[in-house]
RNA sequence: GCGCCCUUAGCUCAGUUGGAUAGAGCGUUGGAUUCCGAUUCCAAAGGUCAGAGGUUCGAAUCCUCUAGGGCGCGCCA
């Protein structure tokens, strides 16, 4: 209906343009947009005030022009113009009832659109390190890259779901040496556990499978281990500089293929504990990337190569720097370090010319906000490899902070005392985990009331618009309980112009919206926008069914009134399924 | 200190990308229902859009400054 209008006013203004009322070369963008007013019709169009500041001419005027150029449409019964020269459009009846047809012929692809045109996008999401289970944190990034993904998706772009693995790094080494010295102390050695290792119970349970499959085959004593390693930090020392010397240690005596082995141990489990948790969020990818692969694929040195060759590399105190001022950044980095190891950075670098190369026409990297100050020298390396940026996209993710009874849940990563996403999970179900996650902006600091989100109530939004779906169901199930026939015949013959009643009204005008809201979510990446849709139009079905009958009326109305319901229920399952959440059949 | 983000009703938040008289939910107050599920519905009260300037036909929305809050400023990942 919006993009009807749309196209009758470019008609009409192209008329005007012809005739040489309007000056040809005038630009302009069409926006139609619906009424806040019912007063003002169902669509109104500002372009007369913006047309008038261009040509130099009373803004009534031109909207007198451009209406009296609009062709004929059936379904529009009424132009007026409002105002200081709004155009405002009122709808015909029967354009309004077509939904319900559309609806039910479209079923589960109402609302999908073709704006996209098969684009490939690529959105990569959560991507937190394998160092431990995932979590609330995370779980925001999840349900929001994933909402974004399957809008996106539903909005005719081809989406490539990717999650980066930090399968190397320091991170990793202190994880694989953590599970390490549980195994040992597994074996009976004694030792103080370092204060920068991974302490969480999942360490342990890693260890413990490690012992079982190899027995004592990385033991060694641990006098042996500890013998020259600086102190560590409550012993007076630098728990960065002991942890670093273990890490040392331990490959040194275990060697390259044992200390391997301990590594994936702890990699491997902590990573299908992720793909199990993501799945069970119902959060699915189409590719895990490596970043171990980075190297090995001699990406990360084809990367530096070309920087280096194209001048934006430099060394300096023995270390490689890129010149990540020149493209914005307020300082250099350095990619390759005097040690001769590379940096995550470079790592980075590498991975995105990788998906530049993979030909992707929008690349869009969800991150927690806390990551906000890489996005210039990513950006920078992407101009420096002569990439556009602007086909980066990185949307940031605020944090949530957790209520229960009131109060603010404490949490610190350090101390291994955080709510992990599987325990909310548990606490409050997947659904309302993913309704809630949605239903603020993203760069919105979010506040999660727990006691909310599980409580079966009416001021619960998730059990109030599945409610609505169950209740139409619960409608639709009585029809056989009392003989009453509405099959597809019914539906096809139904007199949907008995549908009069304000609260009808209301109710396809929702309906309408619908396709609009999926195209607006999908392209400014704000699945908010259809969490709240959802909610109004659970009110809507709620206020309708309050107010009127459904079985009780003559058969047309009743058939009219059970078509209409019959194609909320497809809305409301429809926008459930793109987040994720079920669309039950009772409660 | 520098940079990025946030600030809208008592609370939690929307606000269609610059449009018409700023909206929901919760909470508060008052009301409805012999019923297809009371996990429902209707109504009222509640606002200096953090503050001050500016841009223009028109600003919660764009620009500048100020205040408050969050985050970031490693040869860590």
């Known amino acids: 209906m919006k993009t009807h209008i749309q196209q009758l006013l470019a008609g009409a203004l192209q008329t005007l343009q012809q005739q040489g009322t309007l000056p040809a070369d005038l630009s302009f963008d069409l926006h139609v947009e ?20 261009k040509a130099r001419r009373k803004p009534r005027e031109v909207a007198e022009q451009i209406v009296a150029a609009l062709s004929i449409s059936a379904l529009i019964t009424k132009v007026e113009i409002a105002g200081p020269g709004f155009i405002n459009f009122f709808m015909a009846p029967q354009a309004l009832l077509r939904v319900v047809n559309d609806i039910l012929e479209a079923g589960e692809a109402y609302g999908r659109s073709t704006v996209g045109h098969g684009q490939r996008v690529q959105v990569e999401f959560v991507s937190a390190n394998p160092t431990g289970p995932l979590h609330v944190g995370h779980g925001r990034g999840a349900a929001y890259g ?14 490539h779901r990717e999650y980066y693995v930090n399968d190397a790094g320091r991170q990793m080494d202190i994880l694989a040496t953590s599970v390490w010295l549980r195994y040992l102390e597994q074996c009976g050695e004694e030792f103080t556990f370092p204060a920068n290792g991974y302490r969480g119970d999942y360490v342990q349970q890693i260890s413990m499978r490690l012992r079982q499959m ?80 980075l190297t090995s694929s001699g990406a990360v040195e084809r990367a530096l190569q070309r920087l280096k060759a194209s001048g934006h590399l430099y060394e300096q105190q023995g270390a490689w720097w890129f010149r990540s001022s020149a493209f914005g950044d307020e300082k250099d980095r350095v990619v390759i370090r005097d040690n001769g190891q590379h940096t995550y950075f470079a790592s980075d670098i590498a991975y995105h010319m990788d998906k530049m190369e993979r030909g992707y026409t929008r690349v869009i990297d969800i991150w927690g906000a806390d990551h906000h100050g890489y996005i210039p020298r990513i950006k920078a390396a992407l101009a420096a490899l002569g990439y556009d940026p602007n086909r980066l996209d990185v949307l940031l993710v605020q944090f949530a902070i957790l209520y229960r009874g009131g109060e603010k849940v404490q949490m610190s990563t350090r101390s291994g005392q955080f709510v992990t996403l599987r325990e909310l999970r548990g606490e409050v179900g997947k659904d309302a985990a993913r309704f809630f996650y949605v239903t603020r902006k993203c760069e919105q600091h ?50 949907l112009d008995r549908l009069v009643e304000s609260h009808e009204i209301d109710l396809l005008h929702m309906l309408s919206r619908y396709p609009e809201t999926i195209e607006t979510a999908a392209l400014s990446c704000q699945p908010h926008q259809l969490a709240h849709y959802l909610r109004e139009l659970a009110a809507a079905l709620h206020a309708y069914y309050n107010a009127h009958a459904f079985l009780r009326e003559e058969p047309e109305v009743r058939s009219a009134r059970l ?14 399924s793109l987040l994720g959440m079920h669309a039950p059949q009772r409660m």
């Not at 078509?563 to 459930?576: D, E, K, M, P, S």
């Open 34 to 53: 619906r009424t806040r007013d019912k007063n003002h019709g169902d669509f109104a169009c500002a372009i007369a005030l913006d047309l008038a500041k």
């Open 146 to 159: 994933a909402a974004v993904a399957d809008l996106l998706v539903a909005a005719g772009f081809h989406v």
């Open 214 to 293: 190899h027995n004592d085959l990385f033991r060694r004593q641990a006098q042996q281990i500890f013998a020259g390693i600086p102190a560590d930090e409550p012993a007076g020392g630098d728990k960065e500089q002991h942890i670093d010397a273990l890490i040392e240690r331990c490959k040194q005596l275990l060697g390259a293929g044992h200390y391997r082995t301990v590594f994936d141990a702890g990699l491997n489990e902590i990573l299908a504990d992720i793909r199990d948790d993501l799945e069970q969020f119902g959060v699915a990818y189409e590719e895990w990337f490596s970043e171990r692969s």
């Open 446 to 495: 979010m506040d999660f009331d727990l006691d909310l989100a599980k409580s079966e109530s009416n001021d619960n939004p998730v059990y109030y618009i599945q409610y609505a779906h169950a209740r139409i169901c619960s409608v639709l199930q009585q029809l056989a309980e009392r003989g009453i026939s509405f099959g597809p015949d019914d539906i096809r013959n139904a007199r």
């Open 563 to 576: 078509v209409l319901i019959t194609a909320t229920r497809q809305v409301l399952y429809n926008g459930l």
